[in-house]
């Protein structure tokens, strides 16, 4: 690291906050062997520069090739290094999980280990941590292919903010910063691990987005492809439903069962009263069917919502999980 850029990491944090004392910086990695020893290097450059107190947690996501030996290297070598083995391979959101639960920072760090993030650019997610919970990397000047990667990732990234309402550039970056508080309350499932901004704003939490610098991958093979943004579809759908009915689903089942159930009762009385006063054979038309249809569908929506209202119930008080988060509590002296 050139002094100049040790310079902007000192000015940066030069005024950090009292609290921030120790850095976990939480690197997923999946057949990386070519890109393990240069990471650890800059890594370790420019943590050392900013002064704090890190700890470096790689988390092995079942790789087949000699990153789990190079990694079990590095361990031995620097006593700030954390090597999580994964059994097999978990898929990133899991391997963030386990970082996140292993983690000992006030702030923790993540990042991708492709070296397509640059570990320059933490100072200035630190530089923010004071005044937002989370700080998320916007990879403005992306260096990926325009059709396979950038341009889903723009659609993918207008839907999800339109959707969550959290507006971000770029979900998909992973090089985020967050307080320990933020992620040690998380559960991370599917590929939920690009949601946690929208995820985290449910519980009041602040977010920021900051620019960061995005290199083209120089070694190995990218391990996402077009497929992966019907699976970011999906969890969409999980997220913005678990955002608005999580504690009232039947407030999104009893409306669509109302409205079918109305719908085909409403269609089953014209017909009866075709039937009733004109006399009309209503035995073989499809609206007669698709009345009774709606009726069904209505009443199981209905049904559902209920199970769900009752399960919901069973989660919060079986484990004592509570509707709301604290964030502190003001006035009260302990006797």
Known sequence: MNNSTREQNEERLSERPAWLKRLSVVIPLYNEEENVEELHERLTGVLSSIGIDYELIYVDDG???GTPVLLEELSRSDERT??????????????????FDVARGDVIITMDGDLQNDPADIPKLLSRID???????WRKERKDPYLSRRLPSMAANWLISRVTGVRLHDYGCSLKAYRREVVKSLRLYGEMHRFIPAVASWYGVSVTEVETTHHPRLRGKSKYGISRTVKVMLDLITVKFLQSFSTKPIQFFGPLGLGCG????????YLSARKILFGESIGGRPLLLLSILLIIVGIQLIGMGLISEMLVRVYHESQKKPIYVIKEILGRKEK
């Open 82 to 99: 954390v090597v999580l083995i994964l059994r097999r391979n978990f898929g990133q959101t899991a391997a963030f999980a386990a970082g």
């Open 63 to 65: 790789s087949t090739d």
């Open 131 to 137: 005044d937002f919970d989370l700080v998320s990397g």
């Open 262 to 269: 109305l719908t085909g009762f409403t269609l089953s009385l």
